[in-house]
């Protein structure tokens, strides 16, 4: 996956929301998108998944455009959004059969896939009940099942794990490991420093659209700790260190 | 095998697949909406047959309308509750999937190009106008005793009951991405009462020539056309406008309000 000089300006803003961002992903790398809010992450995420129109530069997902094939990409890609839009009016296994059949996945393969992943995301007590009374942490598991059913090569986590109580946080990481053992390709935007320290193989930090930094989060702080007299710097001091302290 | 992946990225996704897609789009909508069929009749049926019962046959009974009044009501009846279902069913589905739940953004993602999922939500919204419609006759025989009918008439029927339905849900498709959500009630006052009232439901279009300010404000609503051509073909006895200028207009305005309507739905999916 590769994002050459992406900008986007939305109608009536003042300034780019991404700003001639670059940075590339290796098939099967978990890589992190580290900001602020409103730095640009979603952005990112929303023209690389054909839901933003970029103004400039280009997007490519699996080696395909996304401006040039957006249908195309579709099929190639699984997201997980911040905001639960879980079909309400649908089960858990609906929600999940449905998915498959939008993208054209035959019953024979969805039907065991689906009880595969209820499965494996601890859902196979709950899979006849609608989300309406879902916990955070259920409609977060629900999410990401969902957006396996059509086996993507690219997974887009967007905040995965904002909200989620520590257990629930730790089933999310360890199914996003398996994932990556698996060979899908992750992205996740995130400000949870932990998170992008203990998932990312690589983390790219950015803020006001643009990219401060790329690198392993071990070579990140290294960084920082050689250059500052800070002592052991995490990632987090490293994120401060590039984007300030102010509140925005 | 890498070069077959590469080749089949190029091609695209196949207009089999596409079919299928949209099938499965068109399956969970009827899915949804068939679980609860009561609760959509009585939500579409309710007013028409009211409207049927009080101006049909009550003040026909009591000789405040006259007794062939039932034969001019029935037919606009049946366009309105078509137009009306249609307007709602797109119109709702769209302020509540894009402003509250986000439901449609899982379908938004699917292999399918924006106006296939657009066209989706028409033509789930045209069937339940249609399955609405046909309701509408053993309902008015019930109430009224009968209703008008000729055989002769049943393709022009077919023809501007299945346009009328399309344009409604194109109107509704229009609503549902330009009225922002909050303003989606003050939207339906505004719009709706006025379509009702100037569809040419209650009344024969030809014989306003005494109004005439009246008679061009009607020409102007689309329902009109629906109410019309459905008098043209069930009691063509009643002044009306010509079946086929009905059918053109219809034609006219499904064209106009399905490209504002794409319009709309392609600046509310995609930024």
Known sequence: MEVRELVKRYRKARADAVDRLSFAVAEGEIFGLLGPNGAGKSTTVGVLTTRVRPTGGRALVAGVDVVAAPRTVRGLLGVVPQRNNLDRSLSVRQNLLFHAAYHGVPPRVRRPRAEALLEQFALTDRADDKPDLFSGGQNQRMMIARALMHDPRVLFLDEPTTGLDPAARLFVWDRVRELRAAGVTIVLTTHDMDEAATLADRVGIVDAGRLLALDTPAALTRRLTTGAAVGEASLEDVFLHLTGTALR | ?271
């Open chain 2, 1 to 271: 095998m890498r070069t077959e992946r590469a080749a089949e990225m190029v091609r695209g996704p196949s207009g089999v697949l596409m079919l299928r897609s949209f099938g499965s789009v068109l399956r969970r909508d009827i899915t949804v909406t068939g679980k609860d069929p009561v609760a959509f009749l009585a939500q579409v049926l309710l007013q028409p047959v009211l409207f049927l019962f009080v101006f049909g046959r009550l003040l026909t009974g009591l000789g405040y309308l006259s007794g062939g009044y039932a034969s001019l009501l029935f037919p606009g009846l049946v366009a309105l509750t078509a137009t009306v279902t249609a307007i709602q069913a797109s119109a709702f589905h769209l302020v509540a999937e894009f402003g509250w739940t986000r439901e449609i953004e899982d379908r938004l993602l699917a292999p399918l190009p924006l106006w296939a999922v657009a066209a989706e939500k028409v033509v789930f919204a045209a069937i339940q106008a249609l399955v609405a419609a046909a309701v509408m006759f053993p309902i008015g025989i019930g109430v009224l005793g009968s209703v008008p009918y000729r055989a002769a008439g049943l393709g022009l029927l077919a023809g501007v009951l299945g346009l009328g339905s399309l344009v409604g849900a194109c109107i509704g498709l229009t609503i549902g991405t330009f009225v922002p959500p909050t303003k989606i009630s003050l939207g339906f006052a505004l719009i709706f009462t006025p379509l009702l009232f100037t569809s040419a439901t209650q009344y024969p279009w030809p014989l306003l020539t005494h109004l005439r300010w009246f008679q061009v404000l009607t020409a102007a609503n689309p329902i009109t056309y629906v109410s019309e051509g459905m008098r043209a073909t069930l009691a063509p006895a009643i002044p009306h406008i010509p079946g086929w200028v009905c059918l053109l207009t219809l034609t006219g305005s499904l064209v106009l309000f399905a490209t504002i309507g794409m319009i709309g739905f392609r600046r509310c999916a995609i930024d």
